[in-house]
């Protein structure tokens, strides 16, 4: 049976590569960090996962956790630390545990087309990515733009209580969506995949602002309003001044205005995904965002 290694198992997108895996018949090993949550490797335990409990920083620790899977998958979320460093040292690891090919935590819009510097943590992914290149062991960036399930939490750009779509810049730019769960289910395809290209895109949806206030509308039976807020380049200069004023916030996963930097990418355009895979695994369905927003709300 064929076994992949999953860091980050303890984790939401983690925990639902994990399941995707296990779905597809293959053997899951989660490495996890010695202080991982006991109910967490639980849970794991009862999928049937084999759960490795490493030191994260200790290079021959992780290769011996490595030892034998055909691909690891890193599903890591962090700051620097975690996304250009831990995942450094893991893929080092997998490398001399003779582990053959490795997939990063993106799940991101396109950052290989970003300038660098306007998007705090994709530019990590970028800056780990020219170490992963130069490593000896194939990999593969799974590229599915934003998570669409954020759409649900109620953004500027959809919120669904004030039925009101805001965007910056052109309402007919597209952009990509696609669900945490299709993307856990594309990524378990690829990581069982021995064949990936360095760089797999899908999308669930592709839509714009003035589409999305019509789907919303259409789902919630009610007229949506569609409200530019400004430029792009003004969008910019607000990330700047939230930045600035709360620089406590360096410290978090997702301030706020990383969220914005992440809206900026997708309302300029430049990171939108091509080529697409979704038909490359024929047994996955992806979710429209119509879908998403018909679904009943838990
Ligand atoms: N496209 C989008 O819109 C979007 C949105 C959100 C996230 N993402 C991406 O999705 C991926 C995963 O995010 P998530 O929401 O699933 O994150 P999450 O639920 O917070 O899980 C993070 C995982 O990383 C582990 N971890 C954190 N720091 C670690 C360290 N120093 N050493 C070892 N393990 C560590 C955690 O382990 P413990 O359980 O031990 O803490 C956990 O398993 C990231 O690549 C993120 O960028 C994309």
Request: aromatic share 6%.
């Amino acid at each position: 049976m064929t076994t992949i290694a999953v860091a980050g198992a303890t984790g939401n997108m983690g925990g639902r590569i994990v399941a995707a895996l296990t779905g597809r018949g293959a053997q899951v090993r989660a490495l996890v960090r010695a202080g991982a949550a006991g109910d967490k490797i639980a849970k794991l335990e009862q999928q049937g996962v084999e759960v490795a409990r490493v030191d994260m920083a200790d290079p021959s620790a992780l290769a011996a956790a490595c030892a034998g899977a055909s691909c690891v998958v890193s599903a890591l979320l962090g700051l620097r630390d975690v996304i250009v460093d831990a995942q450094s040292v893991l893929v080092d690891a997998a490398a001399s545990a003779g582990v053959p090919r490795f997939i990063p935590s993106d799940y991101s819009i396109d950052f290989t087309k970003l300038a660098g510097g306007g998007n705090r943590n994709l530019d990590w992914h970028s800056e780990f990515r020219e170490h992963l290149v130069k490593t000896p062991i194939a990999s593969t960036s799974i590229l599915t733009g934003m998570f669409a399930d954020l759409l649900l939490y109620g953004t500027p750009l959809l919120d669904r209580k004030a039925k009101r779509v805001s965007y910056w810049g052109d309402a007919d730019q597209r952009m990509d969506f696609t669900t945490m769960a299709d993307t856990a289910k594309f990524t378990a395809a690829a990581a069982l995949d021995p064949s990936t290209p360095a760089i797999l895109c899908a999308v669930g949806d592709r839509i714009t602002a003035r589409e999305l206030a019509g789907v919303a509308g259409d789902v919630d039976k009610t007229q949506y309003e569609l409200v530019r807020a400004g430029t792009v380049d003004d969008l910019t200069t607000l990330i700047k001044t939230v930045r600035d004023a709360s620089p406590e916030t360096e410290k978090e996963n997702f301030p706020r205005w990383q969220g914005m930097q992440y809206s900026r990418d997708m309302f300029d355009g430049r990171a939108l995904l091509e080529p697409l895979a979704n038909d490359r695994y024929p047994d996955l369905k992806w979710t429209s965002i119509r879908a998403l927003l018909s679904a009943p709300r838990r």
